[in-house]
């Protein structure tokens, strides 16, 4: 089991992770005003859960190839647990470390955690495994960037919707829903 | 990695792993660009804008691809075939990184082409701002050279979404914690929302192209110091670039103005010949919509001493004040609900001291004034913009003298503005004038 967490790199990746969201919880109040006349105020633990949730969804992917054609058991639905693991680690830490703010700061910053996390499980089914950043990454800046006039919030830009948005909840857990699919099936799997 | 030994150099570029990022990128910054069109106002100013700003999200993402192609070049066995190379080992980097560089501008021209291109049927106001899109083609190139260098010197599979995540936010944090004058002009991620009014500051884009064009020979020069390269090549590029940032920092910095010349000059008003509404010619082919939208609140203001013989479209901010005897107004773009909004503002505007609208209350000082987005001086502003739900009294009194001037007819509320004009203005308005 060890072994298995070394060469995922479960423990690096999960860590610093931890240490992102962590950060984002402690200065949850800090807001970031994006320029110039588009305003949109972006708290800080959504700024962190960018990294966070790219580098969970890079855990098991630096695994030799031999692996997955050679391992006995289902290596896919392996790492989809320790992807799951991490990603509950790193929640319950946070929320046990950091006051819930009445801005609901800290819950906008994990919903958006969990949704990239699940968009970086769909950027490896469809590109290569080491692009997992790529999907959650242009969502994000793409919504930061041009996500609102300044009046309304695009229908897109879920990431940078306030915590109480119903819709944006609802994007992010059917985004993490997907990707678990997308990890635990892992098309770019190859055949034994 | 396989190297072409006739022309390996060419073998480089062609193999470079931003080839298939050329098209999903320029996809993302056509929908990018899109959404930074102000709609029914086409000028070319927010064409080059939208051409130009994907560029902060589109940048790191092909610095990113820069990073993966470098990783590959970083690895040992790769570098030992590029040392034995013909060309030596600054012919190799050189080639890597003008294959990134050359992917990476083909994909802003080909984005860059169609946003514009898209615009032509719609005949926007003014020209193309040509040093704009320069000096965005510098900034990515500058910041796919940085990706190359960090791929280049940590070759991992971590080192593409690092390059992406850490460049991004660089580029947001040199322009949300100014430092220096002008900092803001610094990133590359910086992109500066059309404002017709003003005429850009055209030698700060050439500045900024040197700055950003310094930044990628640098990147250049990083890399190949860790190569078997010449010394002299290596001090005669590290130099050149030095100099060049150097030069487009100090530019920046030291320059008086910032992105706009903010001064009113190089166009004429264009007005309506009856209620004589006068905009900047950007706006002349939506001047019967204005006009439209403007008459509910000119018609209420009418025999008040709100009215005015002229009606001017100015900027907010800066030299918004509109000429003497005028009211202001302003509008951005014709997008849903822009009617509405333009009586609302226009309204709130004539009713707050300070505002610079050129009404009555523009000559109180401001400082202690609420506004007309709640109280008693929203009543009077969601009359005048016909917009109901924009009144918002506070409290059992608010809502009976809202109920009080709702009864009123409109001869008697145009009487009632006139005789209460300086209790608005001075922001001494009780429930008891209603």
Request: charged content about 10%; glycine content about 8%.
């Amino acid at each position: 089991m060890l072994l298995r967490f070394k060469v995922s790199g479960f423990l690096p990746l999960a860590s610093i992770s931890l240490v992102l969201i962590i950060i984002g919880a402690a200065f949850q109040t800090l807001t970031i005003v994006i320029p110039p006349s588009r305003v949109l105020l972006v708290p800080l633990p959504v700024f962190a859960a960018l990294p966070a949730a790219v580098l969970v969804g890079y855990i098991g992917a630096n695994e030799p190839k031999i692996l997955a054609r050679t391992a006995v058991r289902n290596l896919s639905l392996r790492r989809l647990l320790e992807q799951c693991l991490a990603t509950v680690i790193i929640i319950c830490t946070a929320l046990l470390v950091a006051n819930l703010q009445p801005q609901g700061n800290l819950i906008a910053g994990l919903r958006d955690f969990i949704g990239l996390w699940g968009l970086a499980g769909v950027a490896r089914a469809i590109m290569p495994a080491k692009s997992a950043w790529f999907l959650p990454f242009a969502l994000f800046a793409t919504s930061v960037v041009a996500g609102t006039n300044g009046q309304s919030i695009a229908w897109w830009a879920w990431l940078v919707a306030p915590n109480d948005n119903q819709s944006a909840l609802a994007a992010a857990g059917i985004a993490a829903v997907i990707g678990a699919i997308a990890v635990a099936a892992d098309p770019t799997r190859p055949k034994h | 990695m396989k190297i072409d030994k006739r022309n390996p150099a060419l073998a480089i570029i062609l193999r470079s792993r931003l080839r298939f990022a050329v098209l999903p990128i320029a996809l993302l910054a056509l929908f990018l660009g899109q959404q930074l069109f102000d709609p029914g106002i086409p000028t070319w100013v927010n064409a080059t804008q939208a051409a130009v700003q994907p560029i902060a999200v589109c940048g790191p993402l092909l610095a990113a691809f820069a990073a993966w192609d470098a990783t590959d070049f970083g690895r040992v066995a790769a570098r030992k075939r590029m040392r034995l190379s013909r060309n030596g080992g600054a012919a190799a980097i050189a080639s890597v990184w003008l294959g990134s560089a050359s992917w990476a501008v083909l994909s802003f021209a080909l984005w860059a082409t169609l946003l514009l291109v898209s615009q032509v049927n719609n005949q926007p106001w003014g020209t193309i701002t040509w040093p704009w899109l320069v000096s965005a083609t510098c900034a990515l190139l500058a910041q796919v050279s940085a990706g190359a260098v960090l791929g280049y010197f940590w070759p991992t599979f971590l080192a593409p979404a690092v390059a992406a995540v850490v460049l991004f936010f660089i580029n947001g944090a040199v322009v949300l914690i100014p430092l220096l004058h002008n900092q803001t002009l610094l990133s590359a991620a910086f992109s500066q929302v059309q404002q017709v009014a003003f005429t850009i500051n055209l030698p700060i884009l050439w500045a900024q192209a040197l700055w950003f064009t310094g930044i990628a020979i640098i990147g250049l020069a990083i890399a190949l110091g860790s190569l078997s390269a010449p010394t002299k090549t290596k001090i005669n590029v590290l130099l050149t670039g030095t100099t060049a940032a150097a030069a487009g920092l100090a530019l920046i910095v030291t320059s008086p103005g910032g992105f706009f010349e903010y001064t009113h000059s190089g166009w004429d008003y264009v007005c309506s010949k009856i209620t004589k509404i006068c905009v900047h010619p950007a706006l002349e082919k939506a001047i019967p919509q204005i006009d439209d939208a403007l008459e509910p609140t000119l018609a209420h203001i009418e025999r008040t001493n709100f009215s005015a013989s002229r009606y001017e479209w100015t900027n907010r901010g800066l030299l918004g004040e509109p000429s003497s005897g005028a009211i202001a107004f302003h509008l951005d773009s014709l997008s849903p609900g822009w009617k509405r909004n333009l009586r609302l503002e226009l309204s709130r505007d004539l009713l707050t001291a300070g505002s610079s609208s050129g009404g009555p209350c523009d000559k109180v000082n401001g400082d202690a004034d609420p506004g007309a987005f709640a109280g008693l001086k929203s009543i009077i502003a969601a009359w005048l913009a016909d917009a109901p739900e924009a009144a918002l009294p506070n409290g059992a009194q608010e809502i009976g003298a809202k109920s009080r001037f709702d009864k009123l007819s409109e001869i008697d509320r145009q009487s009632w503005l006139f005789a209460h004009t300086n209790a608005i203005c001075t922001s001494t308005l009780n429930s008891d004038d209603f």
